[in-house]
Structure formats: C-alpha cells, structure tokens
C-alpha cells in the first residue's frame, strides 16, 4: 500500500520504461519516445563509490573517462552480463536518470517499467526491482527484454501468430519465439556486443601485438565491423601501444579480419537461435517460414550498414532458415 504523500508525489511524475543495459541504458515516455540514451557506465572514487562531479559521472560523461582515470579514480560498468553487479551504483545512475527526464526535479516518484533478460532469476529479478524502488521509483514492473522488443517493433505478440526476436545487446544475446504475449520458447546467452569488443581486443593484440582499450574496440566494431562480406570492404586507422616496445603506434585494420575476429561470439549467438528454433512447436514453426527472424539491439547493426545507420538499433527481417 502506497503512503498517501508518495501517491501525491506520483501524480506529478512521469512514468517511463527503462531499458537497463550492460552497454547502454535507454528511458522512453509516452508519446515522447526515447528521451534518454546513455552509456551504462559510472565514475566514482575509489574504494567509495562516491559519484564523481557532484553525482553528475554518468552515462556520456562517465564512458568519456573509460580507461583514462588516474589511480584515485575508477569509471565502472554497474550491470555484468545485463544484471546488477554493483547495488548501490547501480541506484545511484538509476536516481540520476530519473532525475534528469524529470528535469531535476528529486522530488517525484513515477512508475517504472524495466526490461530484464529472459534468463535472470529471482533474486537478480528481486534486486532490480529494489534497486529501481531505492532510486525514487513508486512501483516497478519487469517485462523481458524479448517481448519489449516484440512490442517496440511492433510485431503480432498478442495474437496465435509466432514471432521470433534476436536481441543482441552488450552483454546478453536473448532468442525469443513469441505468442500470445508469451514466450513459446527462449534462450538467454551471456554473449554479445561486450564479447564481441573483447574479440577485437584479443586480435589485435595477437596479430599486432598492439595493446588497445574497450573504446577503440568498440569503435572498431562500429565502423567496419560485419558478420557478413560487404560489397565494399572497409578499412580505418587504429591506434594503441605496442606490446613489446611499450611506445605508441598506429596499424591499419580492415573489415575482413574483424569479421574472421567476429566469429567466433557469433557462432554462438548462431547456435542460440537454432536451439530456440528446435524446441518450437511445428505449427510455430510454420509461421516462422513466413514471418522470418526479427534482429534488434545494438548488436544487429554489426553486419553491413553504414553511415549513422550503423548506430542505430536494427530490426531485419531474414529468413529463419541458418546454416
């Protein structure tokens, strides 16, 4: 029951669904759309967890010290394979969020509705729900991150109609078939676009022997990354520290040799989906073959876009049939 003073406070609130990401956290209204897409990352001090500059080290601010803080100081990522990893930070970015769509108001207490991977459990889905109240939330919902995505993208999740969703995100790949606003069948892997950053790292380091940060890999992934031959193969300047020398250097890294470092976190994404699709029921099954796989999260644009598109989130539709 909600105390009197708390449900006077939520009426002048604005509830919102928030998309708690281990790369990237998104906040969206209604009839606003997103509002707020920041990383997922916190500065604090060390050994404190003291928010830096006034409890504004959040989210862009943060990622730009990733790597470049000096001992005192620590720029960490709250979330680990899309659960909360670190409580107490994790409440304070939650409370700078809210604040922030709310324009600084500290005072309000909205309705939260948070995506959370299909595979968590209870406990982990006890303590987002805690932590979400904790920041200044007056009632939290979870929903899984597979049928959100359903919704946003505006597939028949309601109906006797199977839909199937790939969500790559940063650290959990979801594969989901839908149905009557439910999961038929699902599978939650601990591999995606953090995985795939750490490919990129360990290639460079082993062809190279060039040392370079989450940042450039991430970059690196961005710009040239794919999963499938482009018609024009790309190539950019990297630069990092020599392994050996420990001095400063650049190496020209092309497409071709991202995609063979991609390989081996997308096979297991690949092998993900065909396990979701061998536990669908057959008449399921056959509407897959008409309405196809359905790619969301930041991971889905690693495959061929170009330009500003790459850095949104994609939503394709492919054929189910993988080999």
Known sequence: MLKPIEWILGRFSVDMGIDLGTAN??????????????????????????????????????????????GNLVAIRPLKNGVIADFEVTEKMLRYFITKVHDGRQWVKPQVVISVPSGITAVERRAVINSAERAGARRVFLIEEPLAAGIGIGLPVTEPRGSM???IGGGTSEVAILSLAGMVSSTSLRVAGDDMDEAVIAHLRKRYNLLIGEQTAERIKIEIGSVWPLETELAMEVGGRDALGGLPRRVRVTSEEVREAL????????????ETLEKAPPEIAADLVETGVHLVGGGACCGGSTGSSRRRSASRRASPRIR
């Open 263 to 274: 390989l081996v976190p997308t096979r297991a994404i690949i092998g993900a989906i065909k």
């Open 165 to 167: 969703v790939v969500d």
């Open 25 to 70: 956290t998104l906040v969206c209204v209604r009839d606003r759309g997103i509002v707020l897409n920041e990383p997922t990352v916190v500065a604090v001090k060390k050994g404190t967890n003291e928010v830096l500059l006034g409890g504004r080290a959040v989210g862009v601010a943060a990622k730009e010290m990733l790597g470049k803080t000096p």
